[in-house]
């Protein structure tokens, strides 16, 4: 079968994620059955779900069909572009049974791409492989206004970074793997990671808040950015923010990315004689639509726009590898101490 638009696309997992964003945030392209619907390049073909009742429920939302099993699905819709949207422990087979199918040219995952990172790198080798694209939808790496901040990050346009601060909820394996991604995109590969507390929140028994001090090494010859990240409660509220100050300016990304301030140095207004801060200029973002953006970057992958998904399994195992280390140091954090004979 020849990979030419529109691209028949499915979906697997018809939750929150799958196909479900849109009932909660009406006019926002962010599930993945929306994004298939939305995009010019694709047709949504098919879906599945565990659950009977869900797939037909976004079968019939989405006006598509819904399969008994990701082998019907695959053997009959015949998906060219599979998305994974099934909870994380399912990501690993079932992509690799959908990168292994014939008709399947690319896939786009949910994060963190598999439970653990052994399975990450192993479809990630699949991928190359076989020459099929695997996007994993770290958002913001879809996002033209996060675009612009990690371009004006490398030109230096805040000069050399003294301090980056950030602070999100729901776990280091889950949001905080979205802040590792964003923390490697703009600053560079790890030089050093220490975890400095471990919060067991009520809400991820199984994935802690994890506080921690990371060294980058951007920044060529000079001590690479050094960022301070903080996992906090989401039963109080959520949060995913980043706070990041340079010697020349600011940038402030807040409200899970859906804002983006910057400021520049220049003559201080109120303290003649000294420089600051200047006023708040902001950057566009269309975080919204962000499945939309994962969809559409995928399909220009496709017809050869591009060479690699923008978010793909390359930066997801970076992530996900790191996100592993500090949780192995938090377990060590949190040993009880041996009993003194
Ligand atoms: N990129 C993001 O910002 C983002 C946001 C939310 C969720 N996620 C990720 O998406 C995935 C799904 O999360 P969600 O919030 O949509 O969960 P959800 O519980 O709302 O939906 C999961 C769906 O998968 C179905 N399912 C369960 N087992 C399955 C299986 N073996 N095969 C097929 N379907 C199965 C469930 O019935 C359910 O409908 C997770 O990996 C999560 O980390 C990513």
Redesign the pocket.
């Known amino acids: 079968m020849t990979a030419t638009p529109p691209y028949r696309a499915a979906v ?9 964003v849109e009932e909660l945030a009406p006019g926002n392209v962010a599930s993945h059955a929306g994004a298939y619907k939305a995009a010019t390049g694709t047709e949504l073909v098919g879906v ?4 009977a009742e ?1 797939a037909q429920a976004a079968a019939a939302h989405w006006g598509t069909t819904a399969f008994p099993s ?1 082998e019907a699905l695959l053997g009959e819709a015949k998906p060219q572009i599979v998305s994974i ?4 422990e ?2 690993a087979a ?1 992509a690799e049974a959908c990168l292994k199918d014939e008709a399947v040219v690319a896939v786009l995952a ?3 791409l598999a439970v653990s990172i052994t399975e990450a790198k192993s479809l990630a080798a699949l991928a190359r492989s076989l020459a099929k694209p695997l996007a994993v ?3 913001r790496r879809f996002d033209p206004g996060h675009q612009q901040v990690a371009r004006e990050i490398r030109d230096g346009k805040l000069g050399r970074i003294q301090h980056v601060s950030g602070w999100y909820t729901k776990g280091i394996r ?2 905080g793997s ?1 802040m590792l991604d964003l923390l490697s995109w703009f600053f560079g590969g790890v030089a050093s990671a220490e975890v400095t507390a471990v919060h067991h929140w009520n809400d991820q028994s199984d994935d802690p808040g994890i506080d921690a001090d990371i060294e980058y090494s951007s920044q060529g010859d000079e001590t690479g950015a050094r960022a301070r990240i903080f996992g906090c409660d989401a039963a109080a509220h959520n949060i995913f923010e980043l706070f990041i100050l340079g010697e020349a300016g600011r940038m402030r990304l807040s409200e899970g990315g859906h804002r983006i301030e910057r400021q520049l140095v220049g003559d201080d207004r109120h303290n003649p004689g000294y420089r600051a801060l200047g006023p708040v200029e902001i950057i566009q973002t269309v975080m919204k639509d ?1 499945a939309l953006n994962a969809v559409e970057d995928l399909v220009a992958v496709l017809a050869g726009q591009r060479d690699a998904p923008a978010s793909n399994a390359k930066n997801a195992c970076i992530a996900l590898e790191l996100a592993d280390r500090l949780a192995s140091q938090a377990i060590d954090l949190t040993r009880p101490a041996k009993a003194v004979p």
């Open positions: 697997i997992g018809c939750g929150y994620i799958g196909s479900r599945f779900d565990a659950d869900r990701l949207c099934s909870p994380t399912f990501h079932q949910e994060k963190p939808n770290y958002s889950h949001n979205h962000s």
